[in-house]
């Protein structure tokens, strides 16, 4: 892979020159040797990255003392993909097989890999380091625009997949607590999301001070680390060794594994928030990205590979979309660890928010305007003027938040919402749009030794989405449902009260829709 990525990025490449507006770069040594791309002054295409919802805390100034070294911008990156995706990992093992699925894992971030560098070359062939600015300078206003759509797309569907969460964790919780409430799991399941959106989700959406919020990630990645050591602990305790084999539990390879890929890459995508750690870096040479990049996406992969192992050896065939499903209700370490889970998702539901924000009303004033909108990427845009555009912005914020609260009722399985977002949004931003951006702005040739593993990228990107989409869209709202205790559960004391139990027979598309 290294040899891969030294041969397309040589450092003697030369600067493109087309009708494109771009900002030319010599050599790919030092970035701040030469003058920065139209992303520094008013970038109307900023709003890809986390960078444009903070304020920037430092100066001009002092802008140096604030990059980050090497080990800094390798944990913020980590920071950006490690998240609630990894949850998914062990009910990928078992659509693709759990041999086949650990490959595809390799394959997955392997390919994640080479994405992420090649979308920091594309920013230094025109000179534009956000992504929007990238496909504006590669297509014009069409891949702007196609980009802003799969943008919206992706952390809208993110934000459904977070109600579905915190609805199955928080009821499990409640439940434990309230034993006779497992009677109506789905009311309980309905009332929980309702009650987190008004009184947490909404305040926090239209929380003035971003910044804060986004600092608040660490405690995101430190509550997934503890759930890894708690699935960990769980495998080598041995307390799930009643849970029964299935014919299908060990086979090697099953022929779902476009859904498994579309979940990986769903688990690995951190491109929006790129070129953010990009420029956050101190001497950001080629080298040190690509150090950064395998280091981060290196990481990445352990955290899932250890989430995917274990989940999927301690429930095999039986392993849900959300694997803090399988625990049994009143597994007290489970339950606390499905409360870390609620913590995590509830701290990355309104930077998910932000983005969308910002998309739309970027693309409603470029609408009315007829012209290119500009922001500040020094001003958080969260900080509007006037009660008008305050006003705006609240009602904006309200619609997004509510349409997800509408619209996640109607899946009560995690694992299609994580396909669905992965195989249309997660592929076509990681893999498919870097690919045919760097095609664009470099002057090799199409088949070219440079281009080659680009084209292959989107070749790739392009087979899974349309194959996956076909497969996918046909079974996508089943009768797929949760608040069912597991078949091995059914010695717990909520077994007492009436509540259903899960078999062991396990449909592929949903583990939890047979009772």
Known sequence: MTTLVARVFDKDYPPRRSRVPCVPFGPLGNRNTYPR???????????????????????QGKQTEALSSLPQASFNYINSIVGSGVIGIPYALHRAGFGLGLFLLVIVATITDYSLILMVRCGHLCGRFSYPGVMEAAYGKGGYYLLSLLQFMYPFLAMISYNVVVGDTLSKVLVRFVPSWGNSM???????VLVVTIFVIIPLCLYKNVSRLAKASFLSLACVVLILMAVVYKLLSGDYRVVPDTPESWRFAHSDLIPAVGIMAFAFMCHHNTFL???????????????????????????AALFGIAGYCTFRALSQGDLLENYCWDDDLMNFARVLFSIS??????????????IVRTQIKRFYSQEVVEYDTDKDPSHVTGEDDDRKSMITTLVIVFAAFIIS????????VLELNGLLAAIPLAYVLPGLAYIQLSPHSLFSQEKLPALG??????????????ILMPNLIGDCRTGIIMGYCKDDELATNGTAFATSTVEPNCATDKI
């Not at 008013?42 to 903070?54: C, P």
């Open 37 to 59: 791309g139209s992303d520094d002054s008013a970038e109307v295409n900023a709003f890809d990255d986390i960078n444009s919802l903070m304020k920037r805390e430092a100066n």
């Open 345 to 358: 998702i509830l701290l990355t539901f309104p930077i998910e928010c932000f983005v969308s924000r910002e």
């Open 457 to 470: 990228l989107v070749v790739f990107g392009t087979i899974v989405t349309i194959s996956g989409a076909a």
């Open 409 to 416: 009722p109607y899946t009560e399985c995690l694992g299609p």
């Open 186 to 192: 789905g009311a309980v399941r309905f009332g929980v």
């Open 277 to 303: 750690v990009h420029q956050s870096m101190q001497d950001a040479t080629m080298e040190r990205w690509e150090k950064v990049t395998h280091i981060s996406v290196g990481f990445a992969w352990l955290v």
